[in-house]
T-cell receptor, first 116, second 116 residues
């Protein structure tokens, strides 16, 4: 049973460019959340997608956008990259149950983004 | 402003003894708390959770205690084993009061080192 998979594992981009990160949720999960983890910090919540819509959003600018596809996979897009966007980007999947509540989230290995 | 605080960046414990990791939070809306464990080059792995209607939850060697009045939770690991050496993150959400989405707020983590 495949867990949460993210691609690519590492990425180097130039300031001002745009980047797309991808995530496939754990089998059976329908909800995807994205987190940014800077060095020495805990993960910071970016947003969550359920039923192909953004369900909840953290304190991140509009340069950060996402998408969820019918097969529940998801993309995170970041426009106009800044040096400060360099971080580990983590995807987490969970299941939204009949009561509209999330189960515990399972995390992928992350994508290490370096902006130069 | 950090809403979830883990004030000990690192903790060293002898194998076989009890490890106690602490976490404080400031947001009264948080009603669901989790602990995650992270090894280098891997995503966080879910360990144990507790909702605000409980004050204790056990799972094998892991026990989480919640003191709502003090806005404090702790993770006890008994007995500590070498494989427990990792970074431990405390996380919180307003899962029940916030409509079911579980965008997590993480602490900065505590690096637990189990000494033989």
């Amino acid at each position: 049973d495949a867990g949460v998979t993210q691609s690519p594992t590492h990425l180097i981009k130039t300031r001002g460019q745009q980047v797309t990160l991808r995530c496939s949720p754990k089998s059976g999960h329908d909800t995807v959340s994205w987190y940014q983890q800077a060095l020495g910090q805990g993960p910071q919540f970016i947003f969550q997608y359920y039923e192909e819509e953004e369900r909840q959003r953290g304190n991140f600018p509009d340069r950060f956008s996402g998408h969820q596809f019918p097969n529940y996979s998801s993309e995170l897009n970041v426009n106009a990259l800044l040096l400060g966007d360099s971080a580990l980007y983590l995807c987490a999947s969970s299941l939204t149950n009949f009561a509209y509540m999330n189960t515990e989230a399972f995390f992928g290995q992350g994508t290490r983004l370096t902006v130069v | 402003d950090q809403q979830v605080k883990q004030n000990s960046p690192s903790l060293s414990v002898q194998e076989g003894r009890i490890s106690i990791l602490n976490c404080d939070y400031t947001n009264s809306m948080f009603d669901y708390f989790l602990w995650y464990k992270k090894y280098p080059a891997e995503g966080p792995t879910f360990l144990i959770s507790i909702s605000s209607i409980k004050d204790k939850n056990e799972d094998g060697r892991f026990t989480v205690f919640l003191n709502k009045s003090a806005k404090h939770l702790s993770l006890h690991i008994v007995p500590s084993q070498p494989g427990d050496s990792a970074v431990y993150f405390c996380a919180a959400s307003d899962l029940y009061s916030g409509g079911g989405a579980d965008g997590l707020t993480f602490g900065k983590g505590t690096h637990l080192i189990i000494q033989p």
